[in-house]
C-alpha cells in the first residue's frame, strides 16, 4: 500500500513526522507537506502562479521520500494525485495537527481540507489532530492502533474519519469514543476586540477563551472528558456511492 501523508502545519511539525512513522508500518510512505504553517486554509488550492516541489533532505525517516511544497495542504494532495509524481496514494493520511479539529472547527481546518481532497479521487483519508501542542503521551500510546484499526475499515466514498487525541497525561485518557458528532460551536469562542487607528481605520484582531462546556456525544464533549474522540466528516459535493 502506498501512501500519502500531509498536514497543514508544515514540513517541520513534530506531527507528521511521528504519523509518517506510524504510517511507514502500514506500507510505503510519501510525505508532500506544505513548506510553510497552512492552518485555517480549509480546502483552499493556488492557481495564481506555479509551485515548488523541494526533497526535503532533514525529514529523517529511513526509506521515506519527503517533500516540501509552497502551496496548501489540497495543492500537496493535488500534486500527488495530477501528475506531479508517477505513483498515485492509495490511502491518504493528514495529520498530526496542532490543534483540536472538532466542532465548527472542522469547516476551517486545512488538515481536515488536504483528507476531502483525497476522496476527490475515490481513495480513503483519515485526520489526526491533538487539543494543544504537539505530539502528546495519549497520541503516542493510541495513534498506530486507531490508525490500523480505521484504515482496515470501509466509509462510503464521500467520508473521512476525523481522530481527535485529548492532550492530557495518559493516566488519565479515559479511551477512545466513537461515533462522536461534530459539536454545534467551535472550541474557542471568539471575539473580534477593535481598536481604532490614527488614520480612521480599525484594527481588529481575535481575543477568545477555551470552551469548557460541550453537548453530550460529541466531539469536543470528549475530548474535554479525556476521550480520544473518532467521528466522520462528510464532503457533501460527492454522492456516497459513485
Ligand atoms: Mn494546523
Redesign the pocket.
Known sequence: MKILVT???GIRAPGIAFLAEAAARLGSVLVIAPKEQQ?AMSHRITLDRSMRLERCSTFSLKGVEAYSLDGTPADCVRAAFLGAFDEKPDLVLSGI???ANCGFDIQYS??VGAAMEALLYGVPALCFSQERGPVGEVCREYLFRILEDLAGRRLPRNQIWNVNFPCCPLRECRGILYDRKPCQTAFFDDRYVRKEQADGSWEIGIDSDYVMEAEEGTDIRAILDGYISVGIVTNTVLSADN
Open positions: 498536514n497543514d502545519d492552518s495537527n496542532e490543534g486545512a488538515t
